[in-house]
């Protein structure tokens, strides 16, 4: 457990873009018009990791995410995503689960969640029967042909990182996947996806305002600064969480010295 102070204008080790790096960003800027969002982004994400990415509102942290799934291109440095540097290439190694589940509201849980696999070409059939087995080990099994409707807040977000992870993409990207529910259920889907990214072997970029969020989820949080976004705090997390429930983890010493380093760092 540990951080790393790096320059304001996001210094620090170059990223290499290695064998075991999964995503890296060096000297990232992107202006829109005269406002500059991202200003000399430079880290890097290891391969199968986790990186939580927070900071005040408007610092760049979704445009950041948006340029490493290739939906914008940037304006200067270079972003390296499994090997693919374009945005046609980065986009194609990247899923990204929203903040707002975004659930069809015509389609079942079963047939939201496998839209990726039926868009590849595979048969309605055939996608059912590969999406299916994954309900009971997301807490979901019996809501298979349940409306959107009909399902909690906190049920929706799972289907949605279902249908995220159904992509089979080597990147995750999620952009505040829990801001839209209430404290309570924000708790407990906290913890549910912590569980759940242990078990899933990808590598993840989580975008959020809570600091809490983040370093509960990470391993490694980069703390962004306000407009233009710079890095100015990289925090490896370190915690132990095998066996240990949110509240245990979240009032432990170690987790409340983090969170003050990080805020620190915000601030």
Same mark, same amino acid.
């Given at each position: 457990?540990?951080?790393?102070?790096?320059? /304001?204008?996001?210094?620090?080790?170059?990223?290499?873009?290695? &064998?075991?790096?999964?995503?890296?960003?060096?000297?990232?800027?992107?202006?829109?018009?005269?406002?500059?969002?991202? =200003?000399? @982004? +430079?880290?890097?994400?290891?391969?199968? #990791?986790?990186?939580?990415?927070?900071?005040? #509102?408007?610092?760049? %942290?979704? *445009?950041?995410?948006?340029?490493?799934?290739?939906?914008?291109?940037? =304006?200067?440095? *270079?972003?390296?995503?499994?090997?693919?540097?374009?945005?046609?290439?980065?986009?194609?190694?990247?899923?990204?689960?929203?903040?707002? =589940?975004?659930?069809?509201?015509?389609? +079942?849980?079963?047939?939201?969640?496998?839209?990726?696999?039926?868009?590849? !070409?595979?048969?309605?059939?055939?996608?059912?029967? %590969?999406?299916?087995?994954?309900?009971?080990?997301? !807490?979901?099994?019996?809501?298979?042909?349940?409306?959107?409707?009909?399902? #909690?807040?906190?049920?929706?977000?799972?289907?949605?990182?279902?249908? *995220?992870?159904?992509?089979?993409?080597?990147?995750?990207?999620? =952009?505040?996947?829990?801001?839209?529910?209430? #404290?309570?259920?924000?708790?407990?889907?906290?913890?549910?996806?912590?569980?759940?990214?242990?078990?899933?072997?990808? *590598?993840?970029?989580? /975008? +959020?305002?809570?600091?809490? $969020?983040?370093?509960?989820? &990470?391993?490694?949080?980069?703390?962004?600064?306000?407009?233009?976004?710079?890095?100015?705090?990289?925090?490896? @997390?370190?915690?132990?969480?095998?066996?240990?429930?949110?509240?245990?983890?979240?009032?432990?010493? $170690?987790?409340?010295?983090? %969170?003050?380093?990080?805020? $620190?760092?915000? $601030?």
């Amino acid at each position: 457990m540990g951080e790393q102070s790096v320059g /304001v204008n996001g210094g620090g080790a170059v990223a290499s873009a290695g &064998s075991n790096v999964g995503i890296a960003f060096q000297g990232v800027g992107k202006a829109f018009g005269d406002v500059v969002a991202l =200003d000399g @982004v +430079t880290f890097e994400i290891d391969r199968n #990791s986790r990186i939580g990415i927070v900071g005040p #509102s408007g610092g760049g %942290k979704s *445009t950041l995410l948006q340029l490493t799934a290739g939906l914008l291109e940037q =304006d200067v440095g *270079t972003i390296n995503v499994e090997g693919e540097t374009t945005t046609e290439g980065r986009l194609s190694r990247c899923a990204m689960m929203p903040q707002r =589940d975004l659930l069809l509201p015509w389609r +079942t849980a079963l047939d939201n969640a496998m839209i990726a696999i039926e868009n590849r !070409g595979v048969t309605k059939k055939d996608a059912r029967a %590969k999406t299916r087995p994954y309900f009971e080990h997301f !807490g979901l099994a019996k809501f298979e042909d349940v409306r959107p409707d009909a399902l #909690s807040g906190g049920m929706r977000q799972r289907v949605s990182f279902l249908r *995220t992870l159904m992509a089979e993409k080597d990147i995750l990207l999620l =952009d505040e996947p829990f801001g839209a529910l209430d #404290s309570i259920t924000r708790g407990q889907m906290q913890e549910w996806l912590l569980r759940a990214l242990g078990d899933v072997p990808r *590598t993840v970029l989580l /975008v +959020t305002h809570d600091v809490d $969020e983040a370093l509960l989820l &990470s391993r490694t949080v980069v703390v962004m600064s306000a407009r233009p976004g710079r890095v100015v705090r990289v925090i490896d @997390v370190g915690l132990q969480t095998e066996g240990h429930s949110r509240r245990e983890i979240v009032t432990s010493p $170690e987790f409340i010295e983090l %969170k003050e380093s990080a805020l $620190e760092a915000i $601030e």
